[in-house]
C-alpha cells in the first residue's frame, strides 16, 4: 500500500510540473511569459533562469 501511496504522489507531483509548463508555454504564446502575474513587471533573468517557470516577480512571490 505504501508504494501505491508514493506513485500516486509522484503522480500527481509530475502532473502538476506538467499543467505549469504547459501554462508557461500559453504565456509565451499570448506574449505574457517573464511578466509577473500580478503586477505586469519584468521577471528578474535570473529568476527565470532558477525558475523558468516562475509567475510572479519577488515581490508577489509566496
Known amino acids: 500500500m505504501e508504494d501505491h501511496s508514493a506513485d500516486a504522489a509522484m503522480l500527481d507531483r ?5 499543467e505549469a509548463v504547459e501554462a508557461a508555454m500559453r504565456r509565451l504564446d499570448d506574449g505574457s511569459y517573464a511578466r509577473c502575474e500580478v503586477c505586469g513587471a519584468e521577471l528578474d533573468a535570473a529568476a527565470l533562469d532558477g525558475d523558468p517557470l516562475a509567475t510572479c516577480c519577488a515581490s508577489h512571490r509566496t
Open 14 to 18: 509530475i502532473e502538476g510540473e506538467l
